[in-house]
């Protein structure tokens, strides 16, 4: 965690927002900040995002963070908070807090073979970390990528610029599925637990990382399980519920946990310790 006052925010600026998807059942954009005080994070990590006499929300970093001109932050419309910062525009100015939570263990990880699963949103608080790896001064410590990224509809995904360019990093493999079948639509089709079995991969090198709506982490977890992979090599990250970012107000409580001072990433071997709240 940052030296920084946990409870003061720093102001950050509007540089560019992206609008990610293109279906009409959800809202997803992508808000580029410079900060007033940059500071350094991990992949994994979070912030607390608010908007002056509107109210504030914590969201997973979405960018690289070897990129040190800026941060981003990809952000669903959902409700009250998220409405008003959807309406913000370039040159906006809004307030940080944070980093906060820990991280992917990724020199823990190197060696290993990595299969990315995602859904929807939860590609965003793992592209950090998938940026991360294919940098040139840390892709040798890692072996095969596999990357299964689903969404509902061929409009739905995020990141799809990223698409391509991930596509074409050595040693890597990149799915696309949608829920079900649409005209013109070749890739793909089925939920990811599903789909497991059709990409080939070394149970024995390869460490999962998930992230989506809980019922698929759920699945995806019980069927690489039943795969033959040991929870301990099975990751996820969990942003819901989170509120405050510091472990007071309690509403990210599981058990004995709070995600956001022991999270947000958990092993599976973590959550099987913990009640099935997630």
């Known amino acids: 965690m940052s030296n920084r006052n946990p409870y003061v925010p720093s ?45 504030e929300c914590t969201f997973g ?40 939570g820990n991280t992917f263990p990724l020199e823990e990880m190197e060696g290993n073979d990595l299969f990315y699963v995602t859904g929807g949103l939860g590609l965003a608080p793992l592209r950090p970390m998938i940026d991360y790896v294919f940098d040139p001064a840390y892709r040798g410590k890692y072996g095969k990528i596999n990357m299964l990224m689903a969404a509902r509809t061929p409009g739905d995904f995020i990141f799809a610029y990223d698409f391509d360019k991930w596509s074409k990093m050595p040693d890597t ?40 709506p809980p019922v698929m982490i759920k699945a995806l977890s019980n069927a690489f399980v039943q795969f033959g992979m040991s929870p301990e090599r099975i990751y996820t990250t969990l942003e819901m519920r989170m509120t405050c970012g510091i472990g007071k107000c309690g509403k990210c409580n599981i058990g004995h946990k709070y995600v956001c001072i022991d999270g947000p990433v958990f092993s599976m071997a973590e959550l099987s310790e913990m009640p099935n709240e997630y």
């Open 11 to 55: 102001r950050a600026t509007i540089l560019e927002v992206i609008q990610e998807t293109k279906s009409d059942t959800q809202d997803v954009k992508t808000f580029k900040l410079k900060l007033d005080e940059p500071f350094d994070f991990r992949p994994g990590q979070f912030v607390e995002f608010s908007v002056a006499g509107v109210g």
């Open 173 to 212: 493999s990149l799915y696309q599925t949608i829920d079900n079948p649409v005209e013109g639509w070749d890739k793909l089709v089925g939920f990811p637990h599903t789909l497991i079995d059709q990409i080939p991969f070394d149970k024995e090198k390869t460490i999962a990382i998930l992230c989506g």
């Open 61 to 100: 970093f979405a960018s690289s963070p070897l990129i040190k001109d800026h941060l981003e932050l990809t952000i669903k419309r959902t409700g009250y908070v998220t409405d008003n910062i959807h309406m913000l525009s370039e040159g906006s100015t809004v307030w940080i807090r944070g980093p906060f």
